[in-house]
T-cell receptor, first 114, second 119 residues
Framework: GAVVSQHPSRVICKSGTSVKIECRSL??????MFWYRQFPKQSLMLMAT?????????EQGVEKDKFLINHASLTLSTLTVTSAHPEDSSFYIC??????????FGQGTRLTVV | AQKITQTQPGMFVQEKEAVTLDCTYD???????LFWYKQPSSGEMIFLIY??????QNATEGRYSLNFQKARKSANLVISASQLGDSAMYFC????????????????FGAGTRLAVHP
């Protein structure tokens, strides 16, 4: 069964608005979750590491104020794309790794900013 | 420098034949893990196989096997008896350093290989 649930799977929003994406751990208490971004026909790029109860760690080049991450509980991490613009349109996917041999991914969210 | 290199942007194979997808990696860590994921057009990431740097045997999972050549830093995926449903993007990924239980599998991904299986 699913280990990670990510919602929504698709979202279309107007330029300038904010969008929140949720990533829930269904079976495990996840102290750490990861957020990736994937542009069309490209690979997954790590955006940030979400840490329960503390600030997220962002990768170089990722704007903290634009991509707000909240990990308030052991089962939920959220990514909010603030003041979205068309260039933010992408596939966003979260993951958590609860074993040493597998990282579990959410279903992904396809964001389109119009 | 690229940490994970997948040199084949696209591959095709006839149904029922075997195919090898290449992956080379670069790390100075002694302990690391190598993963292969399949991504169909729906976007989900499907875990296929894992190889730890200290594993002496090549990993196998059903029709998937990983040809691990540590000295050459390569971790090629072999899919035997290809099926039409195998058509997808395939990503090689690496976890640098030893695994830490509790959700710390940060992965570095290669560019991916698009596999097309022809009937």
């Amino acid at each position: 069964g699913a280990v990670v649930s990510q919602h929504p799977s698709r979202v279309i929003c107007k330029s300038g608005t904010s969008v929140k994406i949720e990533c829930r751990s269904l079976d495990f208490q996840a102290t750490t979750m990861f957020w990736y971004r994937q542009f069309p026909k490209q690979s997954l790029m790590l955006m940030a590491t979400s840490n329960e109860g503390s600030k997220a760690t962002y990768e170089q080049g990722v704007e903290k104020d634009k991509f707000l991450i909240n990990h308030a509980s052991l089962t939920l991490s959220t990514l909010t794309v603030t003041s979205a613009h068309p260039e933010d349109s992408s596939f966003y996917i979260c993951s958590l790794g609860q074993t040493n041999t597998e990282a579990f991914f959410g279903q992904g969210t396809r964001l389109t900013v119009v | 420098a690229q940490k994970i290199t997948q040199t084949q942007p696209g591959m095709f194979v006839q149904e029922k034949e075997a195919v090898t997808l290449d992956c080379t990696y670069d790390t100075s860590d002694q302990s690391y893990g190598l993963f292969w994921y399949k991504q169909p057009s729906s976007g989900e990431m499907i875990f296929l196989i894992y190889q730890g740097s200290y594993d002496e045997q090549n990993a196998t999972e059903g029709r998937y096997s990983l040809n691990f050549q540590k000295a050459r830093k390569s971790a090629n995926l072999v899919i035997s008896a290809s099926q039409l449903g195998d058509s997808a993007m395939y990503f090689c990924a690496m976890r640098e350093g030893p695994p830490i239980y509790g959700g710390y599998n940060k992965l570095i991904f290669g560019a991916g290989t698009r596999l097309a299986v022809h009937p």
